[in-house]
């Protein structure tokens, strides 16, 4: 694999993310003046705060002072903004930033339903009518192997008689433990991994497999099209924001300290905090944000959260590299 390193953008891009930047600097800070993070306090401006704080067990906040904790902002705290680990011993991307020296915490901020098992279990039991299987989500593998499990083996296939495509390594992990042998583990992108998928299937070939979410998005979809190659999707599970996404990060603050930095993992994961990061107790000025790649980055700029650096492939060695940039001496 190619070492991991910032992606490059081109002046449109840039300049998005410049006026973003600046949009979000200026923008009115919910009647709030923030001071600094190590003064530990506020104060109110004349305009008057009317919303009221929601109750998380603790004294009100609205323009009260920043939320107590015993340690001041830690500048190598990294906030996680994903989906949990499910049934991995330890999340990867703590676990190497934690034994980089980064105190790393993970906040959950999406849940996820699975549906249309009954529909998937019989088109997964028919590998023989598709050309390939493609998995661009560790939750479509979590799906497949909720199928394998009720099926308990009876009337499967083995799977590696699949051609098996996945986006990023961890789903690469994901399939490759369920029997798959997936190929295009460093795509990044569906927009590269329709390349490396074009390379292998024929126009007019057998149907393609492609358990996804209620979410995706069209980039595979359209390039298949395009090149004649019919891709049979089905939805087998539903993203859903949790609902306690403030108070996670408000208990987070309290006893952490605010985060260098927080990163954004999904354009579904940048809209489900946008209430916090509005929130007059959180001081997002003091915070750099990260995005896992080019989609993501694109939903934090058009939401105005300012873009500190996109990494380059989707993994935890590329963040960690984002991040180790960023903290260079020599940095502009």
């Not at 980089?100 to 996820?112: D, E, H, I, K, Q």
């Amino acid at each position: 694999m190619a070492t991991p390193r910032f992606s490059v953008l081109d002046e449109s891009e840039l300049s998005d993310i410049l006026e973003a930047n600046d949009n979000w600097n200026t923008k009115k800070p919910y009647g709030c003046s923030m001071m600094s993070v190590e003064q530990g306090s506020s104060s109110c401006s004349s305009e008057s705060y009317d919303a009221q704080p929601k109750d998380f067990g603790l004294p009100p906040l609205g323009c009260s002072s920043q939320p107590k904790h015993n340690k001041d902002t830690d500048t190598r705290l990294v906030l996680l903004l994903k989906s949990g680990k499910g049934d991995q011993d330890e999340d990867p991307y703590q676990k190497l930033l934690t034994n980089a020296g980064f105190n790393t915490v993970l906040c959950p901020v999406l849940t996820f339903d699975f549906l249309n098992l009954d529909l998937y279990e019989d088109q997964l039991s028919k590998p023989d009518e598709y050309s390939a299987i493609v998995f661009t989500s560790q939750q479509a593998v979590k799906a497949t192997e909720m199928v394998l499990d009720s099926l308990s083996g009876e009337g499967m296939q083995p799977l590696d008689r699949w051609t098996c495509f996945v986006v990023g390594q961890a789903t690469a992990t994901e399939a490759r433990r369920l029997g798959f042998l997936p190929q295009g583990k460093d795509s990044g992108s569906a927009e590269v991994l329709s390349e490396i998928i074009l390379k292998d299937v024929r126009p007019k070939s057998k149907p393609i497999l492609y358990p996804c979410g209620n979410l995706k998005r069209d980039t595979l979809p359209k390039k298949m099209k395009e090149n004649g190659v019919d891709l049979h999707e089905v939805t087998v599970y539903r993203t859903i924001p949790r609902d306690d996404i403030e108070k996670c990060i408000h208990d987070i603050v309290r006893t952490e300290g605010t985060p260098s930095y927080m990163v954004f993992f999904s354009p579904s994961g940048v809209e489900a905090t946008l209430p916090v990061l509005e929130s007059s107790w959180f001081a997002k000025d003091h915070v750099k944000y990260i995005s896992i790649g080019r989609t993501t980055s694109q939903a934090m700029s058009n939401h105005l959260v300012p873009v500190t650096g996109v990494c380059s492939h989707p993994d935890p060695h590329s963040l960690l590299e984002t991040i180790r940039t960023d903290n260079r001496p020599d940095k502009p």
